[in-house]
């Protein structure tokens, strides 16, 4: 938008961008008392400052050479565009006459997380990143920056370069306009910021839920700093990730999907209607919050195929590593993500012996059923949802019984992958020269291997359960099909 700004000149062109919700704040402490605190419009605000920062550092580069050559006129120039430009609009200078001193402060101050990167970025300096955030704002700063050394250009006398610098500055402060949208009751702020939001690309459902717990807490200071800590913890994973957990929390807890909007309905599931009344009734809404944490970091376990349960070092474990390996082969290999709000559900509740029968039970159904027959997705999420949500309600979780899911899993294999229809699938789709099935092909010859005591004792009972050899574990990922196969096995015959 800028660029296109600055082919025209200053004043013939001007650009609209959007709206800055902000709750006024009064402060009769200091100097200048009063201040805002931006509810929406973060991003444009601090793109907007860190463009004014490279022009500033592009003043005084200008500055430079044109004191190392001798150009008085290009040197005042280029000097009086910085001096004004940080002066003006990066910080201001609160004066104390009686000490003779004077204290510079940014006009712009980020969250507490992404201040201190922010304020480096602004004089020049490369910050260490440690969370998106961060990285976000290095890499902004440098495509702001590139895009202004390229317009301002190196070769031309340095007076004209330091016109091309001013038409930047130009371009920032008088042909790019927003409405200043003020108020100063938070709660109006927020309802606002919400409504301005509720349409179109909107800001993630973490974004406004952290909004809505603040809001909820905006009588009590002590617990709406702990909730802005957790949340700053939280919203450092990747964005991506923060919304795909809160897609999934939700039918982990309300045994369904969510029918409208997420963010309403996850607000009704997990938070009071109205603001607290008491202390108690705070830290509840804390309480809440941190609990999404911690679903959150178990969440981002198994999205990995991470096993959700410490295993200490020399201690006797309850699973054995073959069952281990079983959660990463349907969440990365077989590709089940459906099956996370379940499996989120009975990692938080479940003993480890139980969650791993329920992970060996998904494994085999999710293999036949999608990846083979490509059942639809919504009965079983239908059964995964409502089990999770019997998990997170039973009394006495070590006592919760599959046996229900298992029964429901079985009657959509005999309705949509039946023995026929499984066998046809088999041979169609898992060939060597299928490239895309080739997952799947070591999928299903490492499960037959691991089942070879088991399906050797024939007849097999009708509903009985797999029996597994759990002695060895075969890195699927890793392992080529010629490991596991031969392609020009000699033929044998399997009764």
């Known amino acids: 938008d800028i660029e296109q700004l600055l082919e025209s000149p200053a004043g013939t062109v001007s650009h609209f961008f959007g709206g800055l919700v902000c709750i006024e704040r009064i402060n009769n402490q200091v100097a200048r008392p009063l201040s805002y605190e931006v509810v929406d419009g973060q991003q ?5 400052v860190l463009a004014l920062s490279c022009v500033v550092a592009a003043a005084r580069d200008l500055k430079d050479r044109a004191q190392t050559s001798g150009n008085q006129t290009a040197m005042n120039s280029a000097d009086t565009l910085l001096t004004d430009t940080s002066d003006r609009l990066l910080y201001w200078k609160d004066a104390d006459v009686a000490a003779g001193t004077t204290h510079t402060r940014p006009r712009l101050s980020l969250s507490l ?3 201190v990167v922010f304020q480096q970025l602004l004089t020049g300096a490369t910050p260490g990143a440690t969370r998106e955030s961060h990285q976000l704002l290095v ?6 920056s590139k895009m202004i050394i390229d317009h301002v250009g190196t070769t031309g006398t340095l007076s004209a370069r330091v016109g091309r610098l001013l038409r930047v500055r130009g371009a920032l402060t008088e042909d790019s306009h927003a409405i200043h949208i003020v108020s100063k009751d938070r709660a109006q702020a927020y309802r606002l910021f919400s409504v301005l939001n509720d349409r179109g690309e909107s800001l993630s459902d973490a974004d406004l839920l952290r909004s809505r717990t603040l809001e909820l807490l905006e ?11 957790v949340w700053d913890e939280m919203l450092s994973t990747p964005a991506s990730r923060v919304e795909s957990f809160f897609r999934a929390l939700f039918p982990s807890f309300a045994g369904k999907r969510a029918k409208d909007e997420l963010f309403d309905e996850t607000v009704a599931q997990f938070l009071p209607a109205g603001a607290p009344a008491t202390a108690t009734d705070a830290q509840l809404v804390v309480q809440t919050v941190r609990s999404f944490r911690d679903e959150l970091q178990v969440y981002l376990k198994l999205v990995d195929g991470v096993w959700p ?3 200490a070092p020399g201690v006797p474990a309850p699973v054995r590593a073959w069952q281990v390996d079983r959660l990463a082969r349907l969440v990365l290999t077989l590709k089940h993500e459906l099956a996370l709000p379940l499996l989120l ?12 029968e329920l992970v060996l039970m998904l494994e085999i159904f999710a293999f036949r059923y999608k990846n083979m027959c490509n059942g639809h997705a919504t009965p079983p999420a239908k059964a995964y949802y409502e089990t999770a949500k019997a998990i997170r309600l039973h009394p006495s979780p070590a006592t919760f019984s599959l046996g229900g899911l298992r029964s429901e899993l079985r009657q959509l294999i005999s309705a949509s992958a039946g023995d026929q229809r499984f066998k046809e699938e088999l041979a169609e789709k898992l060939r060597y020269s299928n490239s895309s099935q080739r997952a799947n092909i070591r999928e299903f010859l490492t499960t037959l291997e691991d089942h070879d005591g088991w399906l050797a004792a024939l007849p097999i009972q009708p509903n009985a359960r797999p029996k597994p050899q759990m002695s060895k574990v075969t890195d699927i990922n890793n392992a080529t099909l010629e490991h596991i196969y031969p392609q020009n096995a000699k033929v044998s015959t399997f009764a």
Do not use: H, M, N
């Open 44 to 48: 444009r605000l601090a793109t907007f």
């Open 345 to 356: 559900a009975a990692s938080r509740r479940l003993p480890e012996k139980a969650f791993a």
């Open 309 to 311: 349960y410490d295993r």
């Open 219 to 229: 009588g009590f200071p002590t617990e709406q700093e702990s909730v802005a800590t």
């Open 139 to 144: 890499e902004a700063r440098a495509a702001i």
């Open 113 to 115: 997380s992404d201040d």
